[in-house]
């Protein structure tokens, strides 16, 4: 699943740098459990929370590569 490889891609590439997810969740100011129910797949982000966290993945990383979009649309591509 595409879905998958992103949100496996994320944990690797903020690994790299020496972060975790619940950095990322909190540069994108929600909870730990709440990124833990977008990224496997339970619930779909808003565009504000999408957004936040595509800048706060990107900041961590040093990197322009997560939009919102990969946010949004890992629950889709999860369960295809």
């Given at each position: 699943?595409?879905?998958?490889?992103?949100?496996?891609?994320?944990?690797?590439?903020?690994?790299?740098?020496?972060?975790?997810?619940?950095?990322?969740?909190?540069?994108?100011?929600?909870?730990?459990?709440?990124?833990?129910?977008?990224?496997?797949?339970?619930?779909?982000?808003?565009?504000?929370?999408?957004?936040?966290?595509?800048?706060?993945?990107?900041?961590?990383?040093?990197?322009?590569?997560?939009?919102?979009?990969?946010?949004?649309t890992?629950?889709?591509?999860?369960?295809?």
């Amino acid at each position: 699943h595409k879905g998958a490889l992103m949100r496996d891609r994320l944990i690797k590439h903020l690994r790299a740098y020496r972060y975790n997810l619940g950095y990322l969740a909190k540069e994108a100011d929600i909870t730990q459990n709440y990124l833990s129910l977008i990224i496997n797949g339970s619930r779909i982000p808003s565009i504000h929370v999408a957004a936040s966290l595509a800048r706060a993945a990107n900041r961590l990383t040093e990197s322009t590569t997560y939009t919102p979009d990969m946010f949004i649309t890992i629950t889709k591509e999860l369960h295809q």
